[in-house]
């Protein structure tokens, strides 16, 4: 089993990863738990780019 972040399966639109700690794509926030970081990128307001694809 591989512990390097870069190896991880799922991958997410919703944050990147940087070391330990996932980042928020849309605010660059930095949170502990994937849930954390999951509930600030869909508090955020969808963008018009979304919103045209």
């Known amino acids: 089993m591989s512990f390097n972040p870069k ?30 970081v999951e509930k600030c990128y869909d508090s955020h307001p969808a963008t018009e780019e979304k919103l045209v694809k």
Do not use: L, N, P
Not at 14 to 29: L, Q
């Open 7 to 36: 190896d991880e399966k799922i991958k997410s639109e919703k944050y990147k990863r940087d070391g330990a700690k996932y980042v928020c794509t849309k605010c660059k926030a930095k949170h502990f738990s994937k849930d954390d």
